[in-house]
């Protein structure tokens, strides 16, 4: 899917998409994680994140500490140069973000992340479809959906297989 072709799409579908993924996190469906798994595995299927890497260019992962020792000793600084010189710290959120986007780590020619190895767990588990517990992680999904082709075809798939009939009380 092309990144012009998903805005169009998003734009087109957001307010259903995030309505199903609201449903999704209050509902209570016995089988979703087994869907969930198995529709994530066929939007793999289909979707290449080189062709892409939206998320490296229009998004910002948090960085736990752990991530900046790791990165910061990849990079042969001290964390608080790595801290100071690549992050900022975001008061709302309370958590550290890169400085700017698209992400300084990011090759534009390739699409590959220069630190791929040592990546953030935030890029690891990116764009956490079928993070658990499901419901504490559908949320992600309302922005994601903007922004990742891989989210917007997995909520896409989830729509037309997953029937929201009862809720949690």
Excluded at 2 to 22: A, V
Excluded at 90 to 113: A, G, H, I, Y
Excluded at 124 to 129: D, E, Q, W
Excluded at 144 to 166: D, G, Q, S
Aim: hydrophobic share 35%; proline share 4%.
């Amino acid at each position: 899917m092309k990144l012009s072709s998903l805005e169009k799409k998003f734009d087109k579908h957001k307010k259903p998409m995030r309505k199903f993924i609201k449903h999704l996190e209050e509902s209570d469906v016995s089988d979703i994680i087994d869907i969930a798994h198995a529709t994530e595995k066929e939007v793999w299927q289909e979707v290449d994140c080189l062709q892409c890497a939206n998320c490296c260019k229009k998004m910002t992962p948090t960085l736990e500490k752990k991530d900046k020792q790791r990165i910061a000793e990849h990079l042969g600084m001290s964390v608080k140069d790595f801290t100071a010189k690549y992050l900022m710290y975001d008061e709302e959120e309370k958590d550290w973000r890169m400085q700017q986007q698209p992400c300084v780590f990011l090759d534009l020619s390739t699409n590959k992340c220069n630190i791929y190895e040592v990546r953030p767990d935030d890029c690891r588990g990116f764009p956490h479809l079928v993070k658990l517990p499901m419901e504490s992680y559908a949320y992600i999904h309302k922005q994601n959906i903007k922004y990742c082709p891989a989210t917007f075809l997995w909520v896409e798939k989830m729509m037309e297989r997953v029937e929201i009939t009862k809720t949690k009380k």
